[in-house]
């Protein structure tokens, strides 16, 4: 038994999944004529009260999309210094739109309305990149699987909306901060310009992501997903995966989290660990004691056929998934018990 804990994105599709896969009525989604892509963004902006959807291959370009939508080249957006926009898409945000980040030391991945604010640059300072877009992620990756709260995004918006500034959110987990805080995804609907949700991850399909916005946004995503290369054909077997996760996996996604909080219970009993972060979701990030190398423990479960991953800094992360069974959780924490 081969057990990967280093992501929520190595998920195989289930043979139920594949069969509704299978079954999928498709057409040429480029000529706007898959009626199963349809029905997935239709879906997807209706669970989030938003006008229109957009299907990607993933949610870097979903994301990338976004930035592109709401910026100049020149402007500068501000993010957490963590963010995978910044960090895990390839510099992107430069490549594709020309456009700087202003990254803020927040907390585990999520920024306060303060610290938005005081990140803003003068417009009328020519000196400085004009600040146009904020991005957030929910729930945060490298920050551990946090959750903001609804009042503060509805202070972040409040903030963007003083300054001219685009909201985007990349949510990429955000079925697992829906599920986590019992939040109505409608509420996230009426604060942010753009949202990205993904069902590659947490949800267990192969492919996807939508990309959520007004219709006049939407329409303008088409012509910057064809520019990437994003525009597919008979996609609807792909979307066919997302809508039978939409159906059959969020509800699942409270199994991944009480067993990341209980690993977390395990780990804190080690004396060879120094800290566990807060765990809300599916993420649990910890750190080794000065001395003891990350990479010694990532060698030591190896052997006991349990995978997890460095994040950098001494820090550790491990990733619950659809795919990680009772069975295989009963393993992992006996082993880690034992050691
Ligand atoms: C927070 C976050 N955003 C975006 C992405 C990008 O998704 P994809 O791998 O589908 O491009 C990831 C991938 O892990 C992620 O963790």
């Not at 009626?35 to 990338?64: H, K, W």
């Not at 066919?240 to 780990?267: C, F, M, P, S």
């Amino acid at each position: 038994m081969q057990i990967n804990l280093v992501s929520d994105t190595v998920t195989k599709p289930s043979y139920e999944m594949l069969q509704y896969m299978f079954n999928a009525d498709v057409g040429d989604d480029v000529y706007k004529e898959d009626p199963t892509v349809i029905e997935l963004e239709e879906r997807v902006a209706a669970i989030f009260g938003m006008e229109a959807g957009l299907f990607f291959p993933s949610g870097t370009m979903a994301n990338q999309t976004a930035i592109k939508l709401h910026t100049q080249p020149g402007d500068q957006l501000i993010a957490d210094k963590n963010a995978h926009i910044f960090h895990y898409e390839a510099g992107g945000v430069s490549f594709n739109s020309g456009v700087s980040c202003c990254l803020i030391d927040g907390n585990r991945g999520m920024l306060t309305a303060e610290q938005v604010a005081a990140a803003i640059n003068r417009p009328n300072f020519f000196h400085s990149p004009l600040t146009t877009l904020v991005c957030l992620e929910n729930t945060t990756n490298i920050g551990g699987g946090a959750c903001y709260e609804m009042e503060e995004l509805e202070k972040i918006k409040a903030v963007c909306d003083q300054n001219g500034l685009k909201l985007h959110l990349d949510g990429a987990r955000i079925w697992n901060a829906l599920v986590a805080k019992r939040q109505n995804p409608k509420d996230f609907g009426k604060i942010f310009d753009t949202i990205s949700v993904c069902f590659s991850k947490g949800l267990g399909a192969p492919v996807g992501s939508v990309l959520l916005g007004d219709k006049k946004t939407i329409q303008r995503a088409l012509r910057i997903r064809k520019v990437l290369g994003g525009a597919m054909r008979q996609s609807g077997y792909l979307a066919a995966g997302a809508i039978y996760a939409l159906e059959n996996n969020i509800k699942l996604l409270t199994e991944d989290h009480r067993r990341a909080k209980e690993l977390a219970n395990v780990l804190k009993k080690k004396e060879w660990v120094e800290a566990i972060e807060p765990v809300e979701t599916n993420i649990l990030i910890f750190s080794l004691i000065p001395g003891y190398s990350e990479d010694v423990l990532i060698e030591k479960l190896k052997q006991k056929n349990i995978s997890i991953s460095t994040i950098g800094d001494r820090k550790l992360r491990i990733v619950t998934h659809l795919d990680y069974r009772e069975v295989m959780h009963t393993y992992v924490v006996e082993t880690l018990s034992k050691m």
